[in-house]
């Protein structure tokens, strides 16, 4: 890792389908990717409305995404380099070969900060790899999602 962290403060997408990736990640053919957190923030709940749940799953493909590089910004104090990593949001099909990592719940009314469970703290998208957020709920609550991350 050279030591760049990002952070992607993803648009509002509100799913249309069960489940549905929202946003996905791809590493640069040359380098890994370190995902250090993401905030899962839903809008227009009510408190009867049942816990939201998301995959964190790895994929083949880039199917039904189109690229959203404007939101993923170098943070400060991040060295002088081009950043590598590609983002791409939801805009139609699903990407194919999905392996779930992780499940998230959360209470649409609330906010989540979820850091990996595992001893690195982390996931590390290899080289050429794609991860993926995926919606899991029936019921379609407009949600957005930032993420930090590190080259």
């Known amino acids: 890792m050279a030591r760049v962290f990002l952070t992607y403060n993803g648009p509002e997408i509100t799913p249309d389908a069960n ?25 227009g709940a009510t408190a009867a409305s049942a816990p939201l749940l998301f995959d964190v799953v790895t994929q083949t493909d880039a199917t039904g995404m189109t690229a959203d590089a404007g939101n993923l910004v170098k943070n400060l104090g991040s060295p002088a380099v081009t950043v590598q990593t590609s983002v791409l949001k939801q805009n139609g099909d699903e990407p194919a070969g999905p392996v779930t990592q992780y499940t998230l719940t959360l ?25 993926g957020f995926r919606y899991l709920n029936a019921i379609f609550v407009a949600c957005r999602m930032r993420f930090e991350l590190e080259e």
Not at 25 to 36: E, I, Q
Not at 112 to 128: F, G, H, K, S
């Open 107 to 131: 209470h649409q009314q609330g906010t989540r900060v979820w850091v990996p469970p595992n001893a690195d703290r982390e996931i590390v998208i290899p080289a050429a790899g794609r991860l």
């Open 19 to 43: 489940p549905q990736t929202l946003y996905q990640f791809l590493a640069a053919a040359n380098h890994p990717v370190s995902l250090k957190s993401v905030e899962l923030m839903p809008a």
